[in-house]
C-alpha cells in the first residue's frame, strides 16, 4: 500500500494547476449511457475514481478511449445490459449516477444499493423517490435498486434536502421522459451546472441549473457533443488552504474564482491575500492566521468536502475556532490523527473547537477517507520533522498525482510504494 512521506516544516511557493473536477467528470461520464452517438469529454482528472466509473461503463456496454486529453465514449451494441453490480458499484458510491440515465434509456436498471460509507449513512432515497414520481416502478430486493418504466413522464418533485448527486442523477432521467418536469430544492453546486451545460450541449431542454428550480423539457433522443469539465474547486481549494497553512504563495491557475468562493472569502478573513488575475487566483500569507468560524452548508456554502482541509488550516491559526460540519454526521475521522500530531481539538457532536496555533510535530497517520488524507497531508507540510500518511490509496481516488504538484511547489514529498 503506497503512503506519503513529508519532511516539514515546508512553504508552497510556485504555480501549479488544477486538474479536471472528479465529481463533474463522474456525472459526465454517465450520461454516456444516454446517446448512441460518441461524446468526447476533455480534461478528465486521471484519478481512480474515473477508472472505476469507465470500468462500470464497460460493464454496461459503454467503450471508452483516451485520446491525447479527451475520452471518447460510445455505447457499442451490448449497451442493453441494465445490471450495475455490487462488485463495482461498492467501491464507489458515486456509481448510482448510472440510476437515472439507464431507466431513461432503457426503460429499466438493476442497480446496487451503494451502502453507507466511511463519512455518513448516505441514503439515495430522494433519488428514488423522484424516479417513482417520474413515473418509475422502483422496488428494493437483495441489495438492490431495480427500476422500471416504459418511459418515463415529466413530474414536479420537491428534494426534502438538496442533494448533489441526486439532482444530477434526476436530471438524466428528466431529461429524455416525456413532457416537463419541475425539479425544486434542487443542489447548486457548479458541478450540477456542469452536468447541465453537457446535457444541453447533447441536445436537452434545461433551465434554472445552478438554482433552486429546474426545468427540463423531455425530448426524444440525445446527440454526442464535445465538452470540458469544470476544474476542481476542491483539488484547487485544497493548494491554496497548502499556501495559507504554510506561509506560502502561489498561483492557481485555471480556477473559477466564482465557484471557490465560499473559501476565498473565509481565506480572506483569515489574513491571506488573494488576487483574482487572468492566469488565475494568487494567495499569499505573510502576517499571522486569524482564527474564523466556519459551518458546512450545501453551494453556495462553505463545502464540507474542504472542511477537512480548512481544519487543519485552523490548528495553526491565533486562537480558537469552531468548525460545524452540517452535510454528514460523521466526517470528523481526521480530528484523532490531527490530536496525536499535537493539535488541540474537541469534538461535540457536529461541533469541533479548535485551540491554536499548535506546534505539530511529525508521526505516522493514517486516512479513513478521501479529504481527512488532504488533510493530514496539509498538517504533514507544517509539521516538525518526518509524518507518514498510510492508505494513500483514499487519495489517489480524488487527487491527480498530489505528491508531484506539491514537489512542484517546493514541498519535500515522496510516494513509498
Ligand atoms: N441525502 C439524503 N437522501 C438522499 C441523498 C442525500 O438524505 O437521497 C443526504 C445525505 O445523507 C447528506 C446530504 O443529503 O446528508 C447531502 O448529500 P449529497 O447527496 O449531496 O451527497 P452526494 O451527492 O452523495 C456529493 C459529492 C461528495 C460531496 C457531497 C456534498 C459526488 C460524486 N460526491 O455526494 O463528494 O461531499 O456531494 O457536497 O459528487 C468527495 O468528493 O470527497 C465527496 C464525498
Do not use: W
Amino acid at each position: 500500500m503506497d503512503r506519503f512521506r513529508i519532511e516539514g516544516p515546508n512553504r508552497l511557493a510556485g504555480t501549479v494547476r488544477a486538474s479536471g473536477a472528479k465529481n463533474a467528470a463522474l456525472p459526465a461520464l454517465a450520461a454516456s449511457l444516454l446517446t448512441d452517438e460518441p461524446l468526447e469529454l476533455v480534461g478528465l482528472p486521471r484519478v481512480r475514481d474515473i477508472m472505476t466509473m469507465r470500468k462500470l461503463l464497460d460493464h454496461l456496454g459503454v467503450d471508452s478511449e483516451q485520446e491525447g486529453d479527451s475520452l471518447r465514449l460510445v455505447a457499442t451494441d451490448r449497451a442493453s445490459t441494465d445490471d450495475a453490480p455490487y462488485e463495482l458499484v461498492k467501491t464507489m458510491r458515486a456509481s448510482i449516477l448510472v440510476l437515472g440515465p439507464l431507466v431513461a434509456r432503457l426503460g429499466h436498471a438493476r442497480v446496487s444499493l451503494p451502502g453507507g460509507c466511511a463519512i455518513g449513512v448516505r441514503p439515495i432515497d430522494q433519488h428514488l423517490a423522484c424516479l417513482e414520481a417520474l413515473g418509475a416502478e422502483v422496488e428494493l430486493e437483495h441489495g438492490y435498486v431495480t427500476a422500471r418504466a416504459e418511459r418515463l413522464v415529466g413530474a414536479s418533485f420537491r428534494f426534502s434536502t438538496p442533494t448533489v448527486t441526486g439532482t444530477e442523477n434526476m436530471l438524466m432521467a428528466a431529461v429524455l421522459a416525456h413532457g416537463t418536469t419541475v425539479l425544486e430544492n434542487c443542489a447548486r453546486e457548479p458541478e450540477v451546472v456542469d452536468l447541465a451545460r453537457l446535457l444541453t450541449g447533447m441536445g436537452a431542454k434545461i433551465d434554472g441549473a445552478g438554482n433552486e428550480s429546474i426545468v427540463i423539457e423531455g425530448v426524444e433522443s440525445l446527440a454526442g457533443t464535445r465538452h470540458t469539465v469544470i476544474p476542481d474547486r476542491i483539488e484547487g481549494g485544497t493548494y491554496l488552504i497548502g499556501a495559507a497553512i504554510t506561509g506560502g504563495d502561489i498561483l492557481l491557475e485555471g480556477a473559477d474564482a466564482a465557484d471557490l468562493a465560499p473559501l476565498l472569502e473565509k481565506l480572506a478573513e483569515n489574513g491571506c491575500e488573494i488576487e483574482e488575475l487572468a492566469a488565475g487566483i494568487q494567495l499569499r500569507r505573510q502576517g499571522e492566521l486569524k482564527p474564523r468560524d466556519t459551518v458546512t452548508a450545501p453551494h453556495p456554502g462553505f463545502p464540507t468536502d474542504l472542511q477537512a482541509q480548512y481544519m487543519a488550516l485552523m490548528t495553526q491559526a491565533e486562537g480558537g475556532s469552531t468548525i460545524c460540519e452540517t452535510i454528514f454526521e460523521n466526517r470528523f475521522q481526521h480530528v484523532s490523527e490531527l490530536t496525536r500530531m499535537g493539535a488541540d481539538i474537541q469534538v461535540e457532536g457536529s461541533y469541533a473547537r479548535i485551540h491554536g496555533p499548535s506546534r505539530l510535530s511529525s508521526a505516522s497517520v493514517m486516512a479513513t477517507d478521501l479529504r481527512a488524507s488532504a488533510c493530514l497531508v496539509l498538517a504533514g507540510l507544517v509539521a516538525h520533522g518526518e509524518t507518514q500518511v498510510d492508505r494513500i490509496y483514499h487519495l489517489d481516488r480524488g487527487y491527480e498525482r498530489m505528491e508531484l504538484k506539491l514537489q512542484s511547489l517546493g514541498a519535500r514529498v515522496e510516494r513509498l510504494e
